[in-house]
């Protein structure tokens, strides 16, 4: 059985890069079946798509966030990773890494979701 | 402001039946799958639909979903306390060829 969990700071200060880290176990992110993906939800509010990387290394980012993201992924260690620079207090949410069925919307496992909260 | 547009409440009493509506474009729903999500209190969204009416091992057959056109619903039968939580449909959008969501209902068990 597939698992995600994130990993990385809970706080972040304004106009610094946020960094969270997603390990997966259970399964390998070189599979060619499954976007590798990070998902976040301000608090209260809905769910917003950041972001997937492809075990190519092609990446597809959200048009609204594509300026400040980066994702990539670590075969070795089975991890893929998120950037997001120059954060405000906007950007404070729950971040989830997840794995999407490719060109699907089939979004199955989802890591347990980590806070970010950006504060000086 | 989601691409998908839900109703942002929903309620009813136990056994009641319930639908969630879930709309879109043609870009998205009107030609691709759907998917449903149930997120409750404090806990990661969980796949609770997908190919339009499909349900994962485990899901209660009281859940179900259809598509038509752009557009799509969740019902529920039978209501029950525990099906208290937040629902979000989604769909892939060939446009930004990436998923995306509806901004949730959140369903009151009265």
């Known amino acids: 059985q597939v698992q995600l969990q994130e990993s990385g700071p809970g706080l972040v200060k304004p106009s610094e890069t946020l960094s969270l880290t997603c390990t997966v176990s259970?399964?390998?992110?070189?599979?060619?079946?499954?976007?590798w993906s990070w998902i976040r939800q301000p608090p209260g509010k809905g769910l917003e798509w950041i972001g997937y990387i492809y075990y190519s290394g092609s990446t597809n980012y959200n048009p609204s966030l594509k300026s400040r993201v980066t994702i990539s992924v670590n075969m070795s260690k089975n991890q893929f990773s998120l950037k997001l620079s120059s954060v405000t207090a906007a950007d404070t949410a729950v971040y989830y890494c997840?794995?999407?069925?490719?060109?699907?919307?089939?979004?199955?496992?989802w890591g347990q979701g980590t806070l970010v909260t950006v504060s000086s | 402001q989601s691409v998908l547009t839900q109703p942002p409440s929903a309620s009813g009493t136990p056994g009641q039946r319930v639908t969630i509506s879930c709309s879109g474009s043609s870009s998205n729903i009107g030609s691709n799958y759907l998917y449903w999500y149930q997120q409750l209190p404090g806990t990661a969204p969980k796949l609770l639909i997908y190919?339009?009416?499909q349900r994962p091992s485990g899901v209660p057959d009281r859940f179900s979903g259809s598509k038509s056109g752009t557009s799509a619903s969740l019902a529920i039968s039978g209501l029950r306390s525990e099906d208290e939580a937040d629902y979000y449909c989604?769909?892939?959008?060939?446009?930004?060829?990436?998923?995306?969501f509806g901004g949730g209902t959140k369903l009151t068990v009265l």
């Open positions: 259970g399964g390998s992110v070189s599979s060619g079946t499954y976007y």
């Open positions: 190919r339009n009416n």
């Open positions: 989604a769909a892939w959008d060939d446009s930004l060829s990436g998923p995306v």
């Open positions: 997840a794995r999407v069925i490719v060109g699907t919307a089939e979004i199955d496992p």
